[in-house]
């Protein structure tokens, strides 16, 4: 398919690599144009409304502010040649994911969500898994785009703001499975036991999953850079969460308590680590 | 080995079947005699002490209550035939350990800790994680009872109140995994998403692991009789586990949110399902 | 002075009752213009722009929305007309305040915020207590119109959004002061200890103040309504002081457990309630 | 009355100063028989068996491990000559109070319960707020005492247990305030707002009442030495009003976070200041 790509930050740069390799066409677009460097294959274009048509747009954005900002604000919808569909892929709130809903609607462009599970290694490999949502029929035609993407697809129904849900409480889970090892380890090293030890039985037992693992890893040996997934993003979903559990009308409390431990984290200059550095409140708390 | 094992709970019972088929000499004792019923192959004692003797005596019991009036108020360590090894399995507070060690140090016994991971069933297999610290000679000992019991001994080292606080920050892990599913899955269902299709993707995705998938399964078939670890039992393992951090200056906040819930739970009669029913209470809190 | 009111609610009504006892000229505006029946002695103008001018006016919306409605998207300090200065009462978010500021700024507006604590017959008595901040210049010419509005003036200043952040630290401390008074209700009726009997003993001795005295009471009466300070606008300001806290890199866990157990209150039906109502919340955690 | 004390911390030698004013003959013990020192018109007495005497004894220790040992495991109620009432004034567990009840009802001493609200030198002021229960007749003899040490006596009926879930119910309230007012600090702070500013509002207006006076101006001007209440202190009383809430069935999430700041407070060396110390937890959290 002949596809744009708006965003190449660590995760749209994996992306298209795994676009290119699957056969397509991809145009490239970028706010600071020096992402797409070393980038094969693909075609850079200097404008987002070039990048937005063909066959199918991607946006993969960091968060809503960049999305509304070149979606909204940029006019996109209202320019004269509009893609065949616009996959939107970014980690965004509810909210926005509505708004959009709305807008595409008007402007007659086929619009899906699906945000993705996995980190820039995977996305290069093609391996994510991707949430998806919306209209059936858009979404098979973007299926070619979404094999070379992932391993498997997950559709979650017909409103594209379900996918958003569904990645928020993803990802929700995940910072709650880090700060449960964080607490677990310093409740060892307080009795004495070595964290690392604790986590190597619990993540090769009950818990050997691949987030339990990867990020219990990291807190055994106290590596916490480079970032795989940053504190500071970890902060900005759980926020998302937290909206949209507001507006959904239901409590979490495990959630309110990550928001905390999350802004402790950043406060104390952490927000450029990786998530696993959450330990490190957990450590601190106990007065170490 | 000739063994004598106090306890004929769920596990306990489990645990017996597993060491007769590996060959060993088993008396069994249980305040309620009639927990032996049907358990082939061994010798039902009459007295705890004629089950606290021979080459290895293994406890199995509710809690620290049960444990302290066998042990402790019934004199065992004070009687005139005493086993060559105290196998302590059952999880029980660090504080109890603690005091245990040093009792059984002044009355000559050897004593080791080692509770498990794993439900009646696995414990009926013999495929138990068994978490094993004290004197390594004495462990060496025990290690044919432990290899009959489980498919894997984790050793931490020396000092056996070490094993148990493993053990509680295992279980503790364990809650708060299943109150993020809880927590994810009302915030899903606030969104339109099934909980099913949302605990479908992560249990076999970022969150492929035994924990996640049993517990995930019952959240998502809203499955929770029988229960498989006791709704009642758990929150009993969070006051341990909240206990344990007190001793050792560990704020918890994880634990003290699992704490809340769990005596909501129990309030509102679900103090005799299975811990998936966590999930009964984020429902609840978002009005359905 | 010549003063236009902007918003007519509960409390605006009450304010504005105490400007014509104070002696001013006062025009009033309020979107729906049905909520200026009954008030004597004021002018009743028919559009914001109209009521925007003179030597001051005054804003008192229920939100930022509303607020950033009338003045930003109302283009409100592009008019011809515009007034001495503009005193801020409403309750707001920190990052308008400052967006308020800026914008006053470049249109040569003077503008001040000017929070209020008090209930609405407070307002209507004239004894707010009133935290302001701004160009002390500027408040000294407000001065009349805060003298007729309050007891007291605080003031925090020059930066305009300090005063608001001030609003919502005290508001955060009210709805905590409920919370704790529910949690200790709820633990008392645990024990069979009439709630009304604690509350009586300890808002008379330790807590004999406003706030603990007005709520208390209605806890010990179980009385809800009609609301003095309604339960989804207790929401809606916790909502407003968390995002600052996040703004500003200050973990807030209490803040945090209030968040949640007002959206239980409002899942269950009960944000048009009185705040007091929060303690139906703890009652109903502990099955009853 | 012919009285005995037992128990001679920093509340115990204030109260004896208030009794001896009162005109009652005052026996004194404490474990540490210093702590006699400077005490005019008592009698030291040298066993506690030789205080638990008289008309009545009063007992007032540390803790329920104290009371404990030298009650129960000190055998007092067995021994020949015994009080005509016991007045049993510490701040202990619901648990101790029922089991204690129990027991003075077998050894047919009567007991009820007089836990305190205020600090050392409103002890010795003779103006605590005194919370009782117990059999009325019982009440009623002791009066005089009573009178002596308090301006007001709290009746909370016939079961000695209730008037301790009252004395934690308040200290739990009292400690939730001082939390709320170290976040409000905290937060203020992080605006640029001096917390002394935002506390002198406060604490003058909606919270005018000696709790939020007498903290506020610790917090304002950071002074948390001497303590009037100690942080470990505070510590042990959220303990056992969590242990009582457990016993209720009362889930308390403000109680929850309570316990976890307190930890971290005294983890951080902070045991042995006064409890307006939180706010210190407060501000590290935000990284100051």
Same mark, same amino acid.
């Given at each position: 398919?002949?596809?744009g *790509?708006?965003?190449?930050?660590?995760?749209g740069?994996?992306?298209?690599?795994s676009?290119?390799?699957?056969?397509?066409?991809?145009?490239?677009?970028n706010?600071t144009?020096?992402?797409?460097?070393?980038? %094969?294959?693909?075609?850079?274009?200097?404008?987002?409304?070039?990048?937005?048509t &063909?066959?199918?747009?991607?946006?993969?954005?960091?968060?809503?502010a960049?999305?509304?900002?070149?979606? *909204?604000?940029?006019?996109?919808?209202?320019?004269?040649?509009?893609?065949?569909?616009?996959?939107? @892929?970014?980690?965004?709130?509810?909210a926005?994911?509505?708004? !959009?809903?709305?807008?595409?609607?008007r402007?007659? *462009?086929?619009y #899906?969500?699906?945000?993705?599970? &996995?980190?820039? %290694?995977v996305?290069?490999?093609?391996?994510?898994?991707?949430?998806?949502?919306g209209?059936p029929?858009? #979404?098979?035609?973007?299926?070619?785009?979404l094999?070379?993407?992932?391993?498997?697809?997950?559709?979650?129904?017909t409103?594209?703001?379900?996918a958003n849900? *569904?990645?928020?409480? &993803?990802?929700?889970?995940?910072?709650a499975?880090?700060?449960?090892?964080?607490?677990?380890?310093?409740?060892?090293?307080?009795h004495?036991?070595?964290s690392a030890?604790?986590?190597?039985?619990?993540?090769?037992? !009950?818990?050997?999953s691949?987030?339990?693992?990867?990020?219990?890893a990291?807190?055994?040996?106290?590596r916490?850079?480079?970032?795989?997934? &940053?504190?500071?993003?970890?902060?900005?979903d759980i926020?998302?969460?937290?909206?949209?559990?507001?507006?959904?009308?239901?409590? @979490?409390?495990?959630?309110?308590?990550?928001?905390?431990?999350?802004?402790?984290?950043?406060?104390?200059? %952490?927000?450029?680590?990786?998530?696993?550095?959450?330990?490190l409140?957990?450590?601190?708390?106990?007065?170490?």
């Amino acid at each position: 398919m002949d596809v744009g *790509v708006i965003g190449l930050g660590r995760m749209g740069r994996g992306m298209v690599q795994s676009l290119v390799r699957g056969g397509h066409r991809v145009r490239v677009w970028n706010r600071t144009a020096s992402a797409a460097d070393g980038l %094969d294959g693909v075609t850079v274009v200097h404008s987002a409304a070039d990048a937005f048509t &063909g066959d199918a747009a991607i946006t993969m954005l960091a968060d809503d502010a960049a999305l509304r900002s070149v979606i *909204v604000e940029g006019g996109l919808l209202d320019s004269g040649t509009r893609p065949g569909l616009h996959l939107s @892929m970014s980690t965004i709130s509810v909210a926005l994911a509505q708004e !959009l809903t709305a807008i595409h609607e008007r402007a007659g *462009v086929p619009y #899906i969500a699906a945000p993705v599970f &996995g980190r820039p %290694d995977v996305a290069q490999n093609g391996a994510l898994n991707i949430v998806v949502a919306g209209d059936p029929s858009v #979404i098979a035609k973007a299926q070619p785009l979404l094999d070379a993407l992932g391993t498997k697809t997950w559709p979650f129904g017909t409103q594209p703001y379900r996918a958003n849900a *569904v990645k928020l409480a &993803g990802n929700f889970m995940l910072i709650a499975a880090i700060e449960a090892m964080g607490e677990a380890a310093a409740f060892a090293e307080g009795h004495g036991v070595a964290s690392a030890d604790l986590l190597d039985l619990l993540t090769n037992t !009950l818990f050997a999953s691949p987030v339990y693992k990867g990020y219990g890893a990291s807190i055994a040996a106290g590596r916490y850079e480079p970032p795989g997934f &940053g504190l500071r993003l970890g902060l900005k979903d759980i926020g998302l969460a937290l909206a949209a559990s507001g507006q959904a009308g239901v409590p @979490m409390p495990f959630a309110s308590v990550l928001r905390d431990t999350l802004i402790d984290a950043v406060s104390h200059g %952490d927000g450029d680590k990786d998530l696993a550095a959450l330990a490190l409140v957990s450590a601190r708390r106990s007065g170490r």
